[in-house]
């Protein structure tokens, strides 16, 4: 077990075995929200994943001084500090962007997948493995949101429209039923991803 | 208590990190959110007034904004030019603030509706935002009676859009009677 623990192993936990959206589902309210669309599945990853590095980097760094009592508020000040910066350099940047994500960029700080990966892994591990873990965890949780917004957007508009270019259409003959774009759809979705996920499961096991 | 005063120290030292490392990222970014709000402003104001090409031909007019606001809730901004008048709105779409630019020309007619910010739903309260559906419109006055279901089509599926757009442009058309 103890070579298993290396920085690869710890990375890519967080895809199959360990997939913070698929697996260990937390953090599934903004993410079901959001991906809507195969751009804010981009944003939105790339915003978590920077947040979940950094946010357990840091606190891997200075875990060792944290005093056991207040742990949490030192977690939720890192984290919320952190999710200032994505939400303010988003807004100056990426304009349209933030008028879309809107709420969901500063609710990272309350999103369980920062928290759980802070308190439970970070916390006790060192440096290195808590940032494989961070990296790893954040592209579990883009891909996820990436295959729901890919799947989501073909099927609820017709087409995929990427910073503002129109990669393919296939709205004229398809009439896209909205139902995929709003609330139920991401449910529908979600739920084949977790039935075909566990298929293979199943299938890997026998 | 020494417990106590370790505890209070680590935490105000994370703490001054934090807003120091905020502080700078705040100073970083400041100007350009306040440019980029501004611009897209400007740009709703010229796209709601046809014959003004830029911003630079329109005047602020905080007084009579004020005097707006009073009787019109949800007026933010009137800006004037020799075409006619443009009104800054803010009220309450469906998924949270919705703002529009509505331009009226000197004969008191709606002449261009252009959206400044929205939170509408994608592929629903959107479809009442795009442009042909906004130029719908164009040409009305405060004498018409800007109700969804009478001079007013809703957007199937987008009810409460369609209304807080349609009492928008009723706003902008009040706001024009009083400071007219």
Known sequence: ?206 | MKQVLKMGTTLMVVGLVAAVGLGLTYSVTRDKIEAYDREVEAKAAVAALPGVNSISELEEERDLARKAAKEVPGVEKVFTSDKGYIFKINTKGYGGPLMLAVGINKDGEVVGVSVISNRETMGLGSKVLEEDNLARFEGKTSKDPLEVGEDVQAVTGATITSKAVALQVKKALQAYEVIR
């Open chain 1, 1 to 206: 077990m103890e070579e298993q623990t290396t920085f690869w192993y710890e990375f890519k936990k967080g895809f199959i075995l360990e997939n913070p959206l698929m697996v260990l589902m937390v953090g599934l309210c903004s993410s079901l929200a959001i991906s809507n669309r195969l751009e804010n599945g981009i944003f939105m990853g790339i915003s978590a994943t920077f947040v979940l590095v950094f946010s357990n980097v840091i606190i891997a760094a200075i875990r060792k001084w944290i005093p056991d009592q207040i742990r949490i508020p030192i977690f939720i000040v890192v984290i919320a500090s952190f999710v200032t910066i994505v939400d303010l350099a988003l807004k100056a940047y990426f304009p349209p962007v933030y008028d879309r994500l809107g709420v969901w960029i500063p609710l990272i700080v309350v999103n369980c997948i920062i928290l759980a990966r802070a308190e439970g892994y970070a916390y006790k591990n060192n440096v290195k493995n808590a940032l494989a873990d961070g990296l790893g965890m954040g592209a579990g949780y883009t891909c996820v949101l990436l295959i729901m917004g890919f799947i989501r957007e073909l099927l609820g508009t017709g087409k995929i429209v990427l910073f503002d270019k129109t990669l393919f259409n296939i709205a004229p003959p398809y009439n896209p039923p909205a139902i995929f774009i709003l609330f139920p759809g991401a449910f529908l979705t979600f739920a084949c991803l977790m039935a075909l996920l566990n298929r293979y499961k199943m299938r890997k096991a026998e």
